[in-house]
């Protein structure tokens, strides 16, 4: 029970970390300041407003401040987040629009 918490902590704040950075720093979808979600489909960053519309298509949404990320959340979001994925795109005229 104690290595999982202890687990649980360690991937929240590398969540925290990686949210830190200037790519992540605003929401892919809408490019509003300061998200607080990750989808976990696209291991990108999102805004409360975006999270919403990402549950609507049935995505997978999780809260930083709320969830607990799995080795895999964070694993993706190491290997994707925000600047992957602007830079897998990188012919478009605005911020990701994935819905």
């Known amino acids: 029970?104690?290595?999982?918490?202890?687990?649980?902590?360690?991937?929240?704040?590398?969540?925290?970390?990686?949210?830190?950075?200037?790519?992540?720093?605003?929401?892919?979808?809408?490019?509003?300041?300061?998200?607080?979600?990750v989808c976990t489909n696209f291991s990108t960053f999102v805004c409360a407003t975006c999270s919403g519309i990402h549950r609507e298509f049935s995505h997978r949404v999780k809260s930083v401040?709320?969830?607990?990320?799995t080795a895999e959340d964070v694993a993706g979001l190491r290997e994707g987040g925000n600047e992957v994925i602007n830079h897998q795109l990188p012919?478009?005229?605005?911020?990701?629009?994935i819905f």
């Open 1 to 37: 029970m104690k290595r999982k918490v202890e687990e649980d902590e360690k991937n929240e704040k590398i969540v925290r970390n990686l949210m830190k950075l200037p790519s992540n720093r605003r929401c892919i979808n809408c490019n509003s300041q300061g998200p607080q979600y």
């Open 65 to 69: 401040s709320m969830a607990t990320f």
């Open 91 to 97: 012919n478009r005229q605005t911020k990701l629009i």
